[in-house]
């Protein structure tokens, strides 16, 4: 009896040991497969598989997973798309982590902006010799460029998207404002401070309603900022000689404004701790005229809450009012010109360890392509309310019907028309210093900032010491 | 005859050390995996710029840069505050807890632990939602809400540096501390009754049982609890990342933290093992100072 639960503990030991070593043989294989070229021959009609890994992009994106699979394996028969969906949560992890290990995803859907960050790392995948003229030719230039770092393109597009203001109609025409001709024909900071006044309702002491609430907690903590110094004549944090921008003397101007528009009364002095879903439930509560930043789903969102609201409908935001969202565009400062900040996302393409095959690379960009294009694309940007970038989808679209506000539309055209070009000539390594000194400079000043912890000034001052720091004395604007 | 009997022991030692080994198996394997491999891959790391196409040699560097990097020393500063201000607190609070416990039923006894356990169940961003609906800035927040009833103004609470710190060190005293109230409760359930007979014989108050048989007694269970509470503390990441990213102007910074995004944020991973291969010094050296001046006088 004694020998026989000896035995039999030891064989629940080894099975523990074991298993733990399969799972981790098991993830390996896993990882190890995906990347580097799983062409069994050399023809291009070998079969193939190509992975994917997705977040969902618009609200039914996920859903229509398995069709996208289905749709891709009828155009291209030896070739399966094999796509992991993330939460948007878990994207940046899940693909940090698997970059770390040597084995990402063929194609990843991330911001163009972090296209540097894997290039540093050597693991993503240039397909410049790989995608063909009509690929090409199919996308907008100036989305396409975001997808550039130096000499190569890592992937396709998805779609360009302003990052303007939005307002409640009802609210600016209650303040005078003429929101069509601002629409047509933007605003002055100035004209924007007088306005985001106009919209402040009291009750008594205390604000029921602000003029204007931006995002500047959490994961948004960085745009506030960012959008308004584009339209101070800094549309990049590098001038075209690169060097850093934001120890120019407008920088300090624009400090001086954010703060002012605190203590006119007009934003909330508990700012700094506003988060993107706060300040949403801000707008649609009617707790403020004009939120920050406004993407084109938001006018989506608002709308199937007015009709939660006219249903009676309980799962509607509790407290809210029908509000018609009216895209906005973000003032100008000192005189510049304005230039609308653009996030441009897309299917990135990846590589291994190994040296990807030609013929994998082939496959993966047409697995990019396919996503970005034509009818994917057409369903995924009609459900976010955004600009069509390829040919392909516009035509796709054509037939669809989307419930927009014509003058949003006109107005994010006009946006766009000005977007801040990208910029594939800043070098990795110094893009990579920018981003630091954001994270730990910037950021942390700019949160002070808007608790009124510290002046415009002694940001400023801070920021241009860093950058000095970091880029030397020759390597700052100095005006 | 003798003979025999001395090779039966033998076989029997040399048997038992391999079933002994067997058993152990599964825990070595674990920690060979899973800390040992770790702990040797950041020291070799420390000493490269990590890319996983290929690391590069560069000696000492990422320990110079870190040395030199004021927002290290900034975060250790943040770091050593948060350890001061809630490890004694949340001692005292286990151990008074589970002294009002100890009186109890049996299973009123279970039911409060359990319900003083179930934050350590709960999941640490859930919880972390729950406290940020309580520090919500604005005048509807639950917390400013409370305040109001005083007449005191609206707080800012993790937005502000003035209170940023104060509101994780108030999350960190009210949450979690389940398991050392069972270790307490444990520990107290573990001393004699004859000291508390005599006690009363000698008409000892509640307090002078609490100093004198209490207190003495448990000093083994609060050293445990006041070296394993201070490695947590100094490890402590996850409220600071969920509740307010380090903000603001890196008041809530904890080493902890800037590892995590020097890792996972910039990919400098060399950097970040440099960084946690120095935390895990300070951390053995605080932990060698609290055993050579208050382990003096605990017996096990």
């Known amino acids: ?479 | 005859m003798m003979q025999a009997t001395k090779t039966i022991k033998k076989r029997k030692v040399k048997g038992d050390a391999g079933w002994g080994y067997t058993f152990i198996a599964v825990a070595l394997v674990i920690f060979a995996l899973f800390t040992a491999y770790p702990v040797a891959s950041a020291f070799i790391i420390s000493f490269q710029e990590y890319k996983p196409l290929g690391s590069t040699f560069i000696g000492f560097d990422n320990y110079v840069e870190t040395l030199s990097d004021s927002l290290f020393w900034k975060s250790i500063r943040t770091t050593i505050v948060y350890t001061i201000l809630t490890v004694p607190v949340a001692l005292f609070l286990s151990f008074a807890v589970a002294i009002l416990i100890l009186p109890l039923k049996k299973w009123m006894q279970t039911t409060f632990k359990a319900v003083f356990y179930l934050p350590a169940v709960a999941s640490g961003v859930a919880l972390s939602v729950v406290w940020l609906w309580i520090f919500d800035p604005m005048p509807s927040g639950i917390l400013n809400k409370l305040i109001g009833t005083v007449g005191a103004d609206n707080q800012n609470w993790l937005g502000s540096s003035s209170t940023a710190m104060l509101s994780l060190v108030l999350m960190a005293w009210l949450s979690s501390h389940g398991t050392s109230i069972i270790i307490y409760l444990a520990a107290l359930l573990g001393i004699d009754n004859s000291y508390y007979e005599a006690a009363d014989l000698d008409g000892a108050t509640f307090l002078q049982k609490l100093r004198y048989i209490v207190v003495p007694c448990l000093k083994p269970t609060t050293l445990f609890l006041l070296v394993t509470g201070v490695i947590g503390s100094f490890q402590v990441f996850q409220n600071a990342f969920l509740m307010t990213g380090g903000g603001p102007d890196n008041a809530t910074t904890m080493v902890g933290l800037l590892i995590f995004n020097n890792a996972f944020k910039y990919f400098e991973f060399g950097k970040a093992a440099a960084q946690s291969l120095i935390l895990a010094l300070l951390i053995a050296g605080v932990a060698l100072v609290q055993f050579k001046f208050l382990g003096k006088e605990v017996e096990y």
């Open chain 1, 1 to 479: 009896m004694k020998r026989n639960s000896r035995v039999l503990a030891s064989v629940l030991a080894l099975s523990l040991s074991v298993t733990t070593l399969a799972a981790c043989s098991s993830n390996n294989n896993g990882n190890n497969s995906a990347p580097s070229g799983t062409s069994s021959a050399g023809t291009s009609e070998a079969k193939d598989t190509i992975t994917a890994l997705l977040p969902p992009v618009s609200p039914t994106y996920q859903d229509n997973f398995e069709q996208m699979a289905k749709d891709f394996n009828a155009l291209y028969p030896n070739l399966t798309l094999k796509i992991e969906p993330a939460s948007w949560e878990d994207m940046t992890q899940k693909l940090d982590t698997q970059v770390n290990a040597g084995s990402p995803p063929d194609i990843a859907f991330i911001g163009s902006e972090g296209i540097s960050k894997y290039v540093q790392q050597g693991m993503v995948m240039d397909i410049t010799d790989a995608a063909t003229p009509e690929m090409i030719g199919d996308f907008d230039a100036a989305p396409l460029e975001y997808m550039k770092n130096g000499n190569g393109i890592y992937g396709f597009p998805a779609y360009m998207e302003a990052h303007a203001l939005g307002g409640n109609k009802a609210f600016l025409e209650q303040a005078g404002i003429d929101y069509k001709d601002v629409q047509k024909n933007g605003w002055t900071y100035d004209q924007f401070r007088e306005a985001i006044k106009k919209g402040v309702v009291k009750d008594g002491s205390k604000t029921s309603r602000y003029g204007f609430v931006f995002a500047t907690a959490g994961v948004a903590s960085k745009d506030y900022l960012n959008i308004l110094v584009k339209n101070a004549g800094m549309p990049s944090p590098f001038t075209t000689d690169l060097k850093y921008a934001y120890t120019s003397n407008n920088y300090l101007e624009v400090l001086k404004d954010v703060r002012q528009l605190i203590d006119d009364g007009s934003m909330p002095k508990e700012l700094s701790s506003v988060d993107a879903g706060k300040r949403w439930n801000m707008f649609l509560t009617g707790q403020t005229m004009i939120t920050g930043k406004g993407l084109a789903t938001f006018e989506n969102s608002a709308n199937k809450n007015n009709a939660k609201i006219e249903a009676n409908d309980g799962s509607a935001v509790q407290g809210s009012i029908k509000a018609e969202y009216i895209v906005l565009p973000v003032p100008s400062f000192l005189g510049k010109d304005p230039v609308t900040t653009v996030a441009v996302d897309g299917y990135v393409t990846f590589r291994g360890k190994k040296e990807p095959t030609a013929e994998h690379k082939a496959n993966v960009v047409k697995a990019a392509y396919y996503l970005a294009s034509g009818k994917v694309a057409a369903t995924t940007n009609n459900d976010l309310f955004v600009a069509h970038i390829t040919k392909t989808g516009k035509e796709a679209a054509a037939s669809m019907i989307v419930n927009r506000n014509p003058d949003n539309v006109a107005a994010v055209q006009v946006m766009l028309s000005h977007a801040a070009p990208a910029r594939p000539d800043i070098p990795v390594e110094l893009g990579a210093k920018a981003i630091k000194l954001e994270d730990e400079v910037i950021i942390p000043k700019l949160q002070a900032l808007i608790a009124g912890e510290i002046t415009p000034q002694a940001m400023y001052d801070a920021v241009k010491k860093a950058a000095i720091s970091t880029f030397g004395e020759d390597g700052v604007v100095k005006e």
